[in-house]
């Protein structure tokens, strides 16, 4: 198993990010991420993969890898589309610097899924800057 990390550009949270693809999957379906770069190492990443999207610099959810397929760009240019779940699962969130397109993702350096990971009662309901300032300064 592999995984692939990504950025998403223009997300300021999970939330956005996730109704940005409910959008997307009712008039580009399947659901789908497009890149240039077709990842090589095909099998791994369908063999339960996830792409782990970075937010705001955190890595702060993953989507499971459902297939790779051929696609084009809206331009026509032919290029990879990452099939993903519609479920984003929260993760435990880890700083991360800025990059370019996707990067393979060991599973022993994925951060858990937040379901395996305690957290304090209330933590959510705080302002996102402040749980952000808390996670940078590794409290949460």
Not at 45 to 56: E, H, K, M, T
Not at 63 to 72: A, F, K
Not at 75 to 87: H, N, Q, S
Not at 96 to 101: I, L, M, S, V
Request: proline letters at 8%; charged letters at 25%.
């Amino acid at each position: 198993m592999l995984h692939l990390i990504k950025l998403s550009v223009g997300s300021k949270d999970v939330a956005g990010l996730q109704a940005w693809q409910a959008e997307r999957a009712i008039t580009h379906a399947p659901l789908r991420h497009r890149t240039r770069n077709r990842p090589k190492r095909r099998e791994e990443i369908l063999g339960g993969g996830s792409i782990y999207w970075v937010i705001g610099g955190f890595i702060q959810a993953r989507q499971r890898i459902v297939d790779l397929m051929e696609d084009t760009m809206e331009d026509g240019t032919p290029c990879t589309g990452i099939v993903l779940d519609p479920v984003l699962v929260p993760v435990a969130a880890r700083a991360t610097k800025a990059f370019q397109g996707w990067r393979y993702l060991e599973p022993d350096a994925a951060p858990p899924d937040l379901a395996d990971h305690s957290m304090a009662p209330g933590i959510e309901a705080l302002p996102p800057h402040l749980r952000a300032a808390l996670r940078e300064a590794r409290l949460i």
